[in-house]
């Protein structure tokens, strides 16, 4: 994996820390509701970032991007 694939992926991760902290910093997280959004929202940031990760695995083999479904963050299937 190339180090510019590497420090995208890292990057993606980080939005995700960081968008939790600032929510908990911001009092995001004062009642259920709020907390049940943010959960939703880090989740879907998580998604991207094994979207991208699947994407860059995909690229090293020269397939489709379209041609990858993410099944976990530990693993990937080709279809």
């Known amino acids: 994996m190339t180090p510019v694939i590497e420090i995208l992926q890292e990057f993606l991760f980080l939005s995700v820390v960081f968008k939790l902290v ?3 910093v911001n009092g995001a997280l004062s ?3 709020k907390l049940y959004d943010t959960i939703i929202e ?3 940031l998580a998604d ?3 979207a991208y990760h699947c994407s860059s695995i995909a690229q090293l083999f020269n397939l489709r991007k379209s041609a990858i479904i993410c099944v976990s963050i530990k693993r990937c299937h080709i279809v």
Do not use: F, P, Y
Request: hydrophobic share 15%; aromatic share 0%; glycine share 0%.
């Open 31 to 33: 009642n259920r509701s």
């Open 42 to 44: 880090t989740k879907k």
């Open 22 to 24: 600032d929510n908990i």
């Open 48 to 50: 991207l970032r094994k």
